[in-house]
Structures are given as structure tokens and as C-alpha cells.
């Protein structure tokens, strides 16, 4: 790679790496008010374990699937109980509907590891048809160990059932 291309490459990703934090960060300040101060090192400390891993993408593809399945078939994921529970981060995006600070449940961001494997659920009623919107959106989902599982850059996704 020429070096020109190479300092293009490394700007575009710092861009970019801003541009995940700047969004996170304001979905956080609206989704934990007046606890944001108190909430924003822990979140920038995900923030940073998540780069550093390479799937901040991932992760953002991930917040619009959920809120693209939110929006188009009025379904949300199962809340706490995911891999992503207790994740600061995932609350902010809308990816987890449970408030840390309420539930307790933190994450430690250092869990986090390569490869990243996650897990969302959704209704037992619904989770067939999630998996049909995600096909049908040209999103790349497989089976493993008979569950639907979903690639995105640089994570999968499980995408499991919950029995009520």
C-alpha cells in the first residue's frame, strides 16, 4: 500500500472511530439523563475495548438491525438477557433494553473477546420471523448447532429463542 493511501486509510478510520464514539455518546446522554457523567467513563472504556478489537462496525450493524426489526415488525429483543446484558454501550445503542444502573448487571468491558460471539433473543412467538426480515434484508445468516447465527464485520450473532 502506498503511503499516501495508507494515511488516507488511517484518517478515514479515525473519522469514523469518532464519528461511533460522538453517536454513542449522545444516544447515552439521552437515554441516561442526569446519570450521564457518571455512566461516560465506563462507556468510553467499552467504547475503546470495542475499537481496539476491530467491531465497532459490527456493533453499529448490529444497532440497526435491532432498530430496523424494532421498526419494521414493533418487536424488541428480550430484555437482560443476552450476552450483551449489563453493557453500557449496548443500552445506549438500543441493542439491550435493560438500564445497567438499574438492574445492576454491569459487563466488564475486558470480557470482551475475539472472535466476538453474541447472543440476542427475541420471543419464541417472533424469532423465526426476525430471521426472515434479517434474509430478506440480505443480511448473511447461517445455522450453527441449529440455531440462526448472523455475521456481521467482525462479530456473530446467535439469534435465539426465549420460551415464556
Not at 418487536?75 to 438492574?103: K, Q, R
Not at 448487571?105 to 472472535?115: G, R, V, Y
Not at 430471521?131 to 456481521?152: A, R
Request: glycine share 6%.
Amino acid at each position: 500500500m502506498r503511503k499516501e493511501t495508507k494515511k488516507k486509510v488511517i484518517r478515514q478510520e479515525k473519522f469514523q472511530n469518532k464519528m461511533f464514539n460522538y453517536r454513542t455518546l449522545r444516544l447515552a446522554l439521552q437515554k441516561f439523563g442526569n446519570e450521564f457523567e457518571a455512566v461516560e467513563p465506563r462507556i468510553n472504556e467499552e467504547l475503546l475495548v470495542l475499537k481496539n478489537l476491530g467491531v465497532l462496525d459490527g456493533i453499529f450493524q448490529l444497532k440497526d438491525i435491532v432498530d430496523g426489526v424494532r421498526a419494521d415488525m414493533s418487536v424488541d429483543t428480550e430484555p437482560a438477557t443476552g450476552i450483551l446484558a449489563g453493557s453500557y454501550v449496548a443500552y445506549a445503542l438500543g441493542i439491550e433494553s435493560c438500564n445497567p444502573l438499574e438492574t445492576g448487571a454491569e459487563l466488564n468491558p475486558l470480557d470482551f473477546k475475539l472472535p466476538l460471539w453474541l447472543t440476542i433473543r427475541y420471543d419464541n412467538d417472533v424469532r423465526n420471523q426476525v430471521v426472515d426480515w434479517l434474509k430478506g434484508h440480505d443480511f448473511e445468516v447461517s445455522t450453527y448447532l441449529g440455531q440462526p447465527m448472523l455475521k456481521l464485520d467482525g462479530i456473530r450473532v446467535a439469534i435465539q429463542r426465549v420460551v415464556k
